[in-house]
Nanobody
Framework: QVQLVESGGGLVQAGGSLRVSCAASGSILAISRMGWYRQAPGKQRELVATITHDGRTTYADSVKGRFTISSYTAKNTVSLQMNSLNAEDTAVYYC???????????????WGQGTQVTVSS
């Protein structure tokens, strides 16, 4: 089984910074991509940023220039540095990873339990 555990959420004032991290553990053969999604109250879950095993990144337009995703392949971890936060960034942030647990296994998406990020205005 594969587990994703997030850490680092919390309360921050508008304009401030916060860093969330995620560590994947378990029977992992390989990870092709890790990323962050978020879900605000009453809204659908949306992509924030992703990073592939070879370092290619994608960002939602709303966070470009403010958020930076990074990963440490050897440790199966991913972090999201969030700067210039505003109230619209308030949401539960979820870590996701596309994982292969064996040579004959398909790539499977796993999710963390989520960490709350609240930006006060």
């Amino acid at each position: 089984q594969v587990q994703l555990v997030e850490s680092g959420g919390g309360l921050v004032q508008a304009g401030g910074s916060l860093r969330v991290s995620c560590a994947a553990s378990g029977s992992i053969l390989a990870i092709s991509r890790m990323g962050w999604y978020r879900q605000a109250p009453g809204k659908q879950r949306e992509l924030v940023a992703t990073i592939t095993h070879d370092g290619r990144t994608t960002y939602a337009d709303s966070v470009k220039g403010r958020f930076t995703i990074s990963s440490y392949t050897a440790k199966n971890t991913v972090s999201l540095q969030m700067n210039s936060l505003n109230a619209e960034d308030t949401a539960v942030y979820y870590c996701a990873a596309s994982v292969r647990v064996g040579m004959e296994s398909p790539w499977t998406n796993y999710w963390g339990q989520g960490t709350q990020v609240t930006v006060s205005s």
